[in-house]
């Protein structure tokens, strides 16, 4: 049977049934990490290595949480080797981390989220431009009983209107960690594309916390948090829905807040190990070909190749066929074939990201 779509209410919603007191110490304990986290990014002076890897783990595991697997060499070699590998999981993995850029740049731009905005990253994730759900037929299904769980509302023009109202609440001056919950729930219930929802969604997260300046760059995502117990999310989701249960879901965001802020501190402290300790290694075991920038690029990037070194270093094909395979010689670096290109694996730094 086919439900009918329920109509959804505009924000804000009242905001006293969310400054409960547990939510309210939830939100103290998840702000005081998020501040640590935002605080000790820098110690790695040169940040892409820290976006490239985290947002590429996330990127990894919200399509994950879409049933879109991929393993995280797939997703290197597919970025390296040229030409692509057409591996779909992988290219919807990377288009991912590729919207998540995108949303920041522009963010940077105008500090706002627009529509457009929210229509260009599902675009980009999607890789299609159908763009807002102009068709009914949408519905959210559980996928073990095929029974419909949710239906969102199928008019164009009032998931516009909800879009906007969405829009203008994000942007407004509230800036509590309690308002991404209640952004999420609002966005997934508008739920208003044909597919990528979720994934838009979960962008729209960390576009939020860099908004409102509790982050300067995308380095905190929930997915791994969400991804040990995806059930719970969908059911907190419609909890929300049924029951008016507003408390679980904010508190189960919250700590996913607190927790996956707490362990990309240790991972951040991690790769900032690994690397002043190569760099001091290559140093030693390399001096004649020691640049903190070589070994910079080999931390950008896991899966590294020439033109990378050739570009970034201005040095010729040779020198840099060379300068890898000494690297790989004194076993910082590790190689594999991929069709005709030569691909160097920083085996260390992979094994970190993959813990
Ligand atoms: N009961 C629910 N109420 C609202 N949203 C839900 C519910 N169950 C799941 N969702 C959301 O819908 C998403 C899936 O929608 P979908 O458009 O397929 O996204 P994607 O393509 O990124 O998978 C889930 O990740 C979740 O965020
Ligand atoms: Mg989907």
Request: overall charge neutral; charged content about 25%; glycine content about 2%.
């Amino acid at each position: 049977m086919r439900k009918k779509a329920q109509s959804v209410a505009l924000l804000p919603f009242d905001a006293d049934k969310f400054e409960t007191r547990a939510i309210l110490k939830k939100e103290a304990q998840a702000r005081q990490v998020l501040a640590e986290l935002k605080g000790f990014a820098p110690v790695i002076p040169n940040q892409d290595i820290l976006i490239n890897a985290i947002s590429l783990q996330e990127a990894r595991e919200s399509s994950a949480i879409e049933n879109i697997v991929t393993t995280e060499d797939e997703l290197y070699k597919n970025m390296t080797s040229v030409p692509p590998e057409t591996d779909s999981s992988a290219k919807e993995v990377i288009n991912y981390r590729k919207a998540v850029y995108m949303g920041c740049q522009m963010l940077q731009k105008r500090h706002l989220i627009s529509v457009n905005d929210i229509v260009k990253i599902q675009e980009t994730i999607i890789e299609n431009n159908a763009g807002i759900r102009r068709l009914p037929g949408t519905s959210l299904v559980n996928s073990t009983t095929n029974e419909i769980i949710y239906t969102p509302p199928q008019d164009y023009q009032e998931i516009k209107v909800l879009l906007d109202n969405f829009c203008a609440y994000m942007n407004n001056e509230e800036d509590s960690l309690w308002k991404m919950a209640v952004l999420h729930y609002q966005f997934e219930t508008i739920h208003p594309f044909y597919d990528g929802n979720g994934r838009t969604g979960r962008i729209l997260n960390v576009l939020y916390l860099i908004l409102k300046h509790h982050l300067d760059t995308p380095i905190l995502y929930l997915s791994s948090y969400i991804i040990k117990a995806k059930n719970t999310y969908y059911a907190l989701l419609q909890e929300v829905r049924e029951k008016n249960n507003w408390d679980n879901w904010i508190l189960y965001i919250l700590d996913g807040i607190e927790q996956t802020s707490k362990h990309t501190l240790k991972k951040i402290k991690a790769i900032r190990n690994l690397l002043e300790s190569t760099l001091y290694n290559v140093q030693t075991a390399c001096p004649k070909i020691y640049s903190k920038e070589l070994v910079e690029i080999v931390f950008e990037n896991p899966y590294s190749k020439i033109d990378f070194l050739v570009n970034k270093l201005n040095i010729n094909r040779k020198t840099a066929s060379k300068y890898l395979k000494e690297l790989e010689a004194n076993n910082f670096l590790t190689h594999i074939q991929a069709g005709k290109e030569t691909l160097y694996i920083n085996t260390a730094l992979m094994d970190l990201l993959k813990q």
